[in-house]
Every structure is written in C-alpha cells, then in structure tokens.
C-alpha cells in the first residue's frame, strides 16, 4: 500500500482557530499556500476543532483561496462529544452509531467546503462501538464518494482487530514523539507494519519545548552532541528521529509558524545513523538498552 498518498509531514489544524492562533481568512489562506510551497499538501482536522468551529473557518477560507481541491488532502475526524457552547452534552463521550457517524461526516464535508475527506478517522476508541455498526456508515460513505480512505486515531492493537474485522483500516494516528514512545513497544507500530498501515504521529515533538524536566534535558544534551552533525536545529533531530522508524510514520505538525513549518519539511531529508538513533532513545529513557 503506498503511504505516498499523504504528504510526509502533514500540518494539524487544529490550533488554527479558536483553540490557538484564531487566524482569520487571509492568515489561513496564507498558511495553506505556504505548505504547498514547501511540499505539504495534507491537513488534518477534527469536528472538536475549536470547539466544532475551526473545520468552518478552514473551509471558508479554503473557498477563497482558489487553491485546486485535487491539490490537498483534507483529513477529518469524528466521535468526540465535547462539552462546549456549540455541543451542549452534559458529558464528554463518545458516540459510534451510523447514523451519527455519517451525520459528521456530511457536516464536516459542509464545514470544509469540499465533497470528500480523503480520509477519515474515528477519534478515539469507545467501549460501546461496534465493527458492524461502523462498517455501515464508512461502507455506505464510500460508495457516496464522501470518503475516500478510512481509518483511526488512538486505538490500540486489539481495537484496530476489531474494527478490521468489518472494514478496512488504512491508518492509526496514535501520539509518538522521542519524548512518548509507548506505541513503539506495546505492539501498535509493529502491527502497523505488519498490516501494512500508515501510522500517523500527533504531538510528534512531545514536551521538548515545553516542559523543563530531566528527560528534557538529557534530550537536549545529546542534541546539542549532534546538531552540528546535521546542521539541523532539535526540533528537526526530534522529527528524523519519528520518520527514521520502518513503520514509515508521518508526523502531524501543529504549529502554524511559517519557519518551523518549513523546517519541519527539510527534517525529511535528515537520515539519521543508528548510533545517533540510540544516543536520543537511551537519553529520553535515562539507561542503555536491554
């Protein structure tokens, strides 16, 4: 399966609006234009975004932009209930039915202006979903042209099984970063390889640069050994470090700083060697290698 369908480096929105930068139209136009520019064509939203109001902003600003739909990858994610003013539910949950799975997806489509996400996720995994239930709503969503890949976000290993008992499961976008790797060792990138999935990494540069702990600093400290190497700065090491796994991860960048997105796409072409590789795990884990 090719894992080039989605740009390497994939830009997360949802900071854009209310829930940091609030960017009005001509800022998001802006930043869209200048992920092109440097190569990233794939943007990734939830309905929650800003409180069920970012996918909207986007989309009106998408509608102004003249950018060509075939050049963009429009990702999207459904199943949160979130406690807001837009969705007053009395309590976070999660919510799997068909009805309501394609109900988000249309409202999504009609947010972002376009006729299709070319990928949609199921947020996070709950307890009272059902394969057959999902299986529906995603089979009668693709036939509709509304969705042109399926997969998840969060969900363990024997979650993904579930699911892909019915309906088949493209990607998993799980956290992973050098500073959170649990998905490295609790099997969920082992079988993304195994099943030939394309895992998706959200917070890829962890707390690196926004807690001061001592997993922090050992990170850093062995940076500071390597980054002449490179000539890369650590947010760049932090990244090669994601994409140098075989599973093949895309990291999800949230910033919307033209310059850290623009270094963020040259990370790419950082090959790390192995030893590297190892000095920055054993520096996050604070001991060697069994």
């Not at 892909?164 to 992973?176: C, D, G, K, W, Y």
């Not at 500071?224 to 090491?237: F, G, H």
């Amino acid at each position: 399966m090719s894992q080039l369908k989605f740009s390497k480096i994939i830009s997360g929105a949802m900071t854009w609006g209310r829930w940091g930068k609030s960017l009005d139209s001509d800022g998001m136009i802006a930043l869209m234009n200048k992920c092109l520019e440097i190569g990233i064509d794939s943007f990734d939203h939830a309905d929650i975004y800003g409180g069920y109001t970012t996918e909207a902003d986007f989309g009106n600003a998408f509608s102004k932009s003249r950018i060509d739909r075939e050049n963009i990858k429009l990702i999207s994610k459904c199943g949160i209930q979130y406690v807001c003013e837009q969705r007053p539910v009395k309590v976070k949950h999660y919510n799997y039915n068909k009805d309501y799975i394609i109900k988000s997806v249309e409202t999504s489509l009609k947010n972002l202006n376009t006729d299709y996400l070319d990928l949609f996720l199921l947020h996070r995994p709950s307890p009272l979903m059902h394969p057959q239930e999902v299986m529906e709503a995603v089979a009668k969503l693709g036939q509709e042209g509304k969705i042109i890949d399926f997969g998840v976000s969060n969900f363990t290993t024997s979650q993904v099984e579930l699911i892909a008992s019915e309906v088949p499961v493209l990607v998993n976008q799980v956290e992973f970063s050098l500073s959170q790797f649990n998905a490295m060792h609790d099997g969920t990138l082992d079988q993304m390889i195994r099943l030939d999935m394309i895992p998706m990494a959200w917070s890829p540069l962890g707390n690196l640069f926004r807690e001061e702990n001592e997993q922090v600093i050992r990170i850093h400290q062995a940076m500071e050994e390597i980054m002449e190497k490179y000539d890369a700065t650590a947010d760049q090491l932090a990244l090669a470090w994601i994409m140098k796994h075989p599973a093949g991860i895309h990291p999800v960048v949230g910033t919307t700083n033209m310059e850290r997105l623009t270094r963020a796409q040259q990370a790419i072409s950082i090959d790390m060697e192995l030893e590297d590789w190892f000095t920055l795990l054993v520096a996050s884990q604070g001991h060697k290698v069994p």
